[in-house]
């Protein structure tokens, strides 16, 4: 007998892809209180790294459960598991490459954060915040939501 994958929970994805929104949003206040109330703050930044951090969490867990059903592989990474999505059509491949490398700077955040340059954090929110929302775009387009 053939076992058939469960198909994509699309009220699970919405719950994340809602919180990716949120967290989102309020980067961007941070982001509007400028560098300087960011590098002065030590709450400001506390929050800002772990809004980020929790933001990546839930593209990762959308990616694992979209890369098991759809492209029927299980990744071997965080990283990879964005690149699956992109060789599967799930997401552009440049946007795949982009978050792949967003799940990267998650590892740094959770496993090396005494080494992060806080203006390094504020760059990326700044440069890299859009990401996410191509990605919640991405995902709901293909699931026929967008």
């Known amino acids: 007998m053939v076992s ?3 198909e ?3 009220a699970l994805v919405n719950r994340r892809l809602a919180e ?3 967290l989102a949003d309020e980067l961007k206040e941070i982001l ?3 560098l ?3 590098l002065s703050d030590s709450y400001v930044r506390d929050a800002a790294k772990y809004k980020l951090l929790v933001a990546i969490e839930a593209a990762i867990s959308i990616c694992n459960h979209i890369a098991v059903r759809v ?3 299980v990744p071997g990474s965080y990283s990879e598991c964005f690149i699956i999505l992109g060789r599967s059509g799930v ?3 440049e946007l795949a490459k982009k978050l792949a490398e967003m799940a990267k700077f998650r590892n740094m955040l959770v496993h090396v954060y005494w080494k992060i340059d806080d203006r390094k954090v504020y760059e ?3 440069r890299d915040l859009s990401d996410l929302d191509r990605f919640i775009d991405e995902v709901r387009a293909y699931l026929g939501q967008g």
């Open 71 to 73: 492209a029927k592989e």
């Open 36 to 38: 300087e109330k960011f």
């Open 4 to 6: 058939q994958m469960p």
């Open 124 to 126: 990326i929110i700044g």
């Open 91 to 93: 997401i552009s491949e």
């Open 8 to 10: 994509i929970d699309t």
């Open 32 to 34: 509007d209180m400028g």
């Open 20 to 22: 990716i929104k949120l």
